[in-house]
């Protein structure tokens, strides 16, 4: 990692920062509406930290391929895994809602830390267009979580009708902080005091299966080092109103990114399709 690292800071955020300035402008723009208090030097110091990270989650993606198994344990910490068995095995299924925060590709590494083998791990992924690339994500995520460990998100439905089916527990993650087409169904909520729109398949499946809802809380504790604390956002989601869950999600993510800001994925145009915010909204 050392060599990674050096890597990083020499050669990629120069790179991508200073050379072909990878969505600056909108990155810029982001940082802007979302912090509107701060002052220019401020938000600066923000992009500055947020560009050196990207660069370091790209190298610590490749170091992935290599990582041994105690290696990653040193690297990302789970903090309570006891009650996310818990909740596996009472509600068959347990939805991870994470954001593109941290290091959120090392967040796989959960199938290799249950205690009860039993339990399985799935990601939920958007295939990629250049298929290369696709693979290698995919080969990636199964040395972390094992094979047949990724469901494409056209399909998930059936593949969770077939795991559903099965009866064994699992928990399932979600990248669930996408940018929402307006044709697409989903719950609008107030983000970094803004209209945004997230999708709601996270809490759908779990009031269709009756699985417990979480949120990945992400910290980094050090470069290079992180800790995941997964909360417990609802264990009967039927009986919560729809929309509920998904603006939970929402307040979480946002607390989690306050903390810090530079871990965020702000490449994302998030707020594309948001509208201006009304009195009622505030």
């Keep these: 990692m050392s060599a990674l690292y050096a890597l990083s800071d020499g050669v990629l955020y120069p790179l991508m920062y200073h050379v072909v300035r990878y969505r600056r402008a909108l990155v810029r723009e982001n940082l802007?509406?979302?912090?509107?208090?701060?002052?220019?030097?401020?938000r600066r110091a923000i992009e500055k930290r947020f560009y050196h990270h990207f660069a370091d989650v790209?190298?610590?993606?490749?170091?992935?391929?290599?990582?041994t198994d105690e290696d990653m344990r040193e690297r990302m910490q789970f903090d309570n895994l006891k009650d996310v068995e818990q909740w596996a095995v009472q509600n068959q299924g347990v939805i991870f809602m994470l954001g593109h925060l941290g290091n959120w590709e090392w967040t796989a590494d959960v199938q290799k830390r249950f205690s009860n083998p039993a339990i399985r791990h799935y990601n939920v992924y958007r295939r990629l267009k250049n298929k290369s690339a696709d693979d290698a994500m995919i080969a990636l995520r199964e040395k972390r979580s094992g094979k047949d460990s990724n469901f494409e998100k056209n399909s998930l439905l059936r593949h969770l009708v077939r795991v559903h089916r099965l009866g064994t527990p699992f928990t399932l993650g979600l990248i669930s902080d996408q940018k929402v087409s307006p044709d697409k169904p989903s719950v609008e909520t107030v983000f970094f005091g803004r209209s945004t729109t997230f999708l709601d398949g996270g809490e759908n499946i779990a009031r269709k299966f009756g699985y417990a809802v979480t949120y990945v809380?992400?910290?980094?504790?050090?470069?290079?080092?992180?800790?995941?604390?997964?909360e417990l956002i609802a264990d009967n989601p039927a009986d919560i109103e729809p929309g509920v869950i998904t603006r939970e999600y929402a307040k979480r993510l946002e607390a989690n990114i306050m903390e810090q800001p530079e871990l965020w994925l702000w490449t994302h145009n998030r707020w594309k399709y948001s509208r201006p915010l009304t009195d009622a909204d505030k």
């Design 217 to 230: 809380h992400i910290t980094q504790l050090s470069r290079g080092h992180y800790s995941a604390h997964v």
């Design 58 to 67: 790209i190298m610590e993606i490749v170091h992935g391929y290599r990582a």
């Design 32 to 42: 802007r509406g979302a912090f509107p208090d701060k002052s220019e030097r401020e």
